[in-house]
């Protein structure tokens, strides 16, 4: 409903907003069907990634259809309590998120080369 009244406004969305959302703080054992009945209550779905291995439990990317109800979600769901732990929903943000893999690629190049020439960091 507020995203048809914000269409009508013709309001200028900030520069961060998209259709995809970031979610994290998601309970381990969340289904997708769950994720489908959480957040299309603000709109159509594309998609919903959740995160599976390791490094992803816990997270996941939901895709509107439209950008409107992307923002909508985003206002409504973030600190929604979902099985006693509160969801963070930010906008998705590509640099942000590749910076993030960079440095992990760049730790582990600087450990290697540390075990490869036999330097440690603990002996300072």
């Known amino acids: 409903m507020t995203s048809i009244s914000l269409r009508k406004q013709n309001t200028r969305l900030p520069p961060e907003v998209n259709r995809v959302l970031y979610v994290r703080n998601l309970p381990f054992n969340i289904t997708s069907e769950e994720m489908y009945d959480i957040f299309g209550k603000y709109g159509a779905i ?24 992307a923002k909508n979600a985003v206002d409504h769901l973030s600190g929604f309590n979902v099985a006693n ?27 290697k080369l540390q075990e490869k020439y036999g330097v440690s960091t603990k002996d300072k």
């Open 46 to 69: 594309r998609q919903i990634r959740i995160g599976c291995n390791k490094d992803t439990k816990g997270t996941a990317f939901v895709v509107y259809e439209d950008i409107y109800d």
């Open 85 to 111: 732990r509160y969801l963070i929903v930010l906008y998705y943000q590509h640099a942000k998120m590749s910076k993030k893999f960079d440095q992990k690629k760049n730790e582990e190049d600087v450990a």
